[in-house]
């Protein structure tokens, strides 16, 4: 088996509480893969995209009845989607050469978690409303290609983008876990759509089913919780415990650098 049912319920698990949380997925799971000596298998390549479809269905199964408001809910997050979708298409080359930086990944951990530092003060008396209009949608929408730029994490520049545009805290991150519905789905599904070109990852994927399933089921599951906490927990105390924690992770990514560890974004 080219990844061990232990390996993939902790990828699942670090997959489900840090996509929609704003402490980026990606530098998670470069400390994750590294300690669990995950090797960059087409198998282990294709888990960590697959995983994120059931991190996606948790969003649409606690917020079901929500995506059903009407055409104008979907306007807006069209409106919001396209500047990344444009984004990916022209820069994906770069996009991923920068992924395979791991000293990017950190030192933007670390210059999120100072701005998480001071977003409330910037934003949180300028909020006056829960309404996102189309224009707000762009500009979150514009927020959020900056998360293109591995470990900004694509939560924190919606969430920052929406509190920007004088958007509730709660209401600026519940927008940005809808955007993340079709923003990770085309995402994932295009990286997906690469590897299933490769005729050993589409028999690895065959061969892997039940470990497919299972990191889907688990990762679907922690999110659902991840989402909830997230919630109740910025409402109460705001942002600055995650950047507290962004720069604790950033700094030790930088420092297993310096120290010679070899760190990879599979």
């Known amino acids: 088996m080219e990844l061990t049912w232990f390996q993939a319920l902790v990828i ?13 997925s990606t530098g998670h799971m470069i400390i994750g893969e590294s300690l669990l000596d995950v090797q960059p298998t087409p ?23 929500r995506f059903f408001q009407g055409w ?38 670390v210059v999120g978690g100072v701005l998480m530092l001071f977003v409330d003060r910037l934003f949180e008396k300028t909020a006056e409303d829960q309404t996102v209009t189309p224009k707000k949608a762009l500009v979150i929408g ?13 939560s924190m520049a919606t969430i920052v983008g929406g509190m ?21 789905f085309a995402a994932s599904a295009w990286k997906m759509l690469k590897l299933v070109s490769d005729d050993a990852s589409r028999q690895a994927l065959a061969d892997n089913l039940g470990v497919l399933l299972f990191g889907n089921a688990v990762a679907f599951a922690v999110a659902l919780l991840a989402i909830k906490f ?37």
């Open 72 to 109: 104008d809910f979907y306007l807006k997050l069209l409106i919001a989607f396209v500047p990344a979708a444009v984004f990916g298409v022209l820069f994906s080359d770069k996009i991923d050469d920068l992924l395979e930086n791991v000293a990017v990944v950190a030192a933007m951990l």
């Open 142 to 154: 514009l927020c959020q290609c900056v998360a293109m730029v591995p470990g900004v994490s694509r």
């Open 12 to 24: 699942a698990v670090i997959e489900g509480l840090t996509e929609f949380l704003p402490v980026s």
């Open 230 to 266: 997230f919630i109740g927990f910025i409402g109460r105390h705001g942002f600055k415990a995650f950047g507290y924690y962004r720069i604790a992770v950033g700094g030790l990514l930088l420092l297993l650098l310096g120290l010679g560890f070899e760190l990879r974004v599979l």
């Open 43 to 65: 198998f282990v390549k294709a888990f960590t995209i697959v995983i994120q479809f059931g991190a996606i269905l948790s969003v649409v199964a606690l917020y079901f009845k």
């Open 164 to 184: 920007s545009q004088k958007l509730t805290r709660a209401n600026a991150a519940e927008f940005s876990f809808f955007l993340a519905v079709p923003t990770m």
